[in-house]
């Protein structure tokens, strides 16, 4: 057998190569972007899985009845407490995040795969205007509260 001179090889830690820098980055918009598609998704996830535990493990399934949504949200006319306030405001951060976040990937998608840009920007008026309409009916539904005259018209068995 014969011997292999090692010293005569370079090794891999004798390969210079030159380091680039970090590009910088050229559209701010593109990183808040990203960095908002991270962050709301994690507080998502969350706001998800809470309210998925409040409604089917900690109440029981034969509790969720328009009774249980009043004593959450309060009915028109009604002066809200803390309680109403709070999931007023639990559920207006789950509707404004999902709907930001939705918008924000079809975003994304879009800008990838729609390559002619009138129909790009006509999509995405349609996709906005659309997420505008839910969100504000949305919150217009959390702001007022349950309906009394909807309470009188359900039938006891459905209550």
């Known amino acids: 057998m ?13 390969i210079r190569r030159p380091v680039r820098a970090v590009p910088a980055v050229q559209n701010k918009f593109e990183r808040i972007a990203w960095l908002f598609t991270r962050y709301s998704g994690l507080v998502l996830v969350f706001l998800a899985l809470s309210h998925f535990g409040l409604q ?12 249980s949504t009043i004593a959450r949200w309060g009915t028109v006319g009604e002066a809200p407490n803390f309680t109403i306030w709070f999931w ?38 349609l996709i906005t205007i659309l997420v505008v309409f839910v969100t504000v009916a ?20 459905i209550q």
């Open 2 to 14: 014969s011997s292999i001179d090692l010293s005569s090889r370079s090794s891999h830690r004798d």
């Open 88 to 125: 007023r405001a639990y559920y207006a951060l789950l509707l404004g995040l999902a709907m930001l976040h939705g918008l924000n990937g079809m975003r994304q998608i879009a800008y990838d795969y729609m390559h002619i840009r009138p129909l790009y920007y006509g999509f995405m008026g």
């Open 138 to 157: 949305g919150a217009v539904a959390l702001g007022m509260g349950v309906s009394a005259a909807t309470t009188s018209t359900i039938s006891p068995a």
């Open 56 to 67: 089917h493990i900690f109440a029981s399934v034969q509790d969720l009845t328009l009774q």
